[in-house]
């Protein structure tokens, strides 16, 4: 059964840091290309950060560039999400996700499997 669990999401206040997790179970995550999206509340599911099976490299929205980074852990089969610098219009549900592609372009439509999210929000 192909399972993805996140944690890690919670309240912080700006300039804080999160570090989100999100546990494979079911599948070997390193088949995948994984990616984490966020939606925040009236607004639709946008792509946060990817990588591509092919040559690991790695896709951020202009909006978290040099303040999240994605990893990956294949020995624990697990995917990570690393905020810093945290600002309120980062506040949403974040989803982890893999894709059954070589290389992504970090669009919603290419992933088939989905976490059941993790709330973050950034507030005083």
């Known amino acids: 059964q192909v399972q993805l669990v996140e944690s890690g999401g919670g309240l912080v206040q700006p300039g804080g840091s999160l570090r989100l997790s999100c546990a494979a179970s079911?599948?070997?995550?390193?088949?995948?290309?994984t990616g984490w999206f966020r939606q925040a509340p009236g607004k639709e599911r946008e792509g946060v950060s990817c990588?591509?099976?092919?040559?690991?490299?790695?896709y951020y929205a202009d909006s978290v560039k040099g303040r999240f980074t994605i990893s990956t852990d294949n020995a624990e089969n697990t995917m990570f999400l690393e905020m810093n610098s945290l600002k309120p219009e980062d506040t949403g549900v974040y989803y982890c996700?893999?894709?059954?592609?070589?290389?992504?372009?970090?669009?919603?439509?290419?992933?088939?499997?989905w976490g059941q999210g993790t709330q973050v929000t950034v507030s005083s």
């Open positions: 990588i591509s099976r092919s040559d690991g490299s790695t």
């Open positions: 996700a893999v894709a059954p592609v070589i290389q992504t372009m970090c669009a919603r439509w290419e992933y088939d499997y």
């Open positions: 079911g599948f070997t995550l390193d088949d995948y290309a």
